[in-house]
């Protein structure tokens, strides 16, 4: 099995910056892409950014320039450094993966969520 483990999110002031983490273990051969996504309250879930293992990214257009997303190869862990947040990027944070596994192939994992509130 694979698990993915969130963390870093909490209650942050407009303008202010969080880091968030996301580290996967388990049955692991490849993760290909790894990305985070986000479900703001009463909303549908969204792409935030993705990360290949070649490290090519991609983001939404309510993102670019603020967040940044980064990959450790070796500790199978995802980041996503967000700056300059706003009122609006509150939301459920995922942390998600296609795992490569040894014995049961590919397939997309989920994190448990991470709450991002970001309020003055």
């Known amino acids: 099995q694979v698990q993915l483990v969130e963390s870093g999110g909490g209650l942050v002031q407009p303008g202010g910056s969080l880091r968030l983490s996301c580290a996967a273990s388990?049955?692991?051969?490849?993760?290909?892409?790894l990305a985070w996504y986000r479900q703001p309250p009463e909303k549908e879930r969204e792409l935030v950014a993705s990360?290949?293992?070649?490290?090519?990214?991609n983001y939404a257009d309510s993102v670019k320039g603020r967040f940044t997303i980064s990959r450790n190869n070796t500790k199978n862990t995802v980041y996503l450094q967000m700056n300059s947040l706003k009122p609006e990027d509150t939301a459920v944070y995922y942390c998600?993966?296609?795992?490569?596994?040894?014995?049961w192939g590919q397939g997309r994992y989920w994190g448990q969520g991470t709450q991002v509130t970001v309020s003055s």
């Open positions: 998600s993966a296609r795992v490569q596994t040894p014995n």
């Open positions: 388990g049955s692991i051969v490849s993760i290909d892409p």
């Open positions: 990360i290949t293992s070649s490290g090519s990214t």
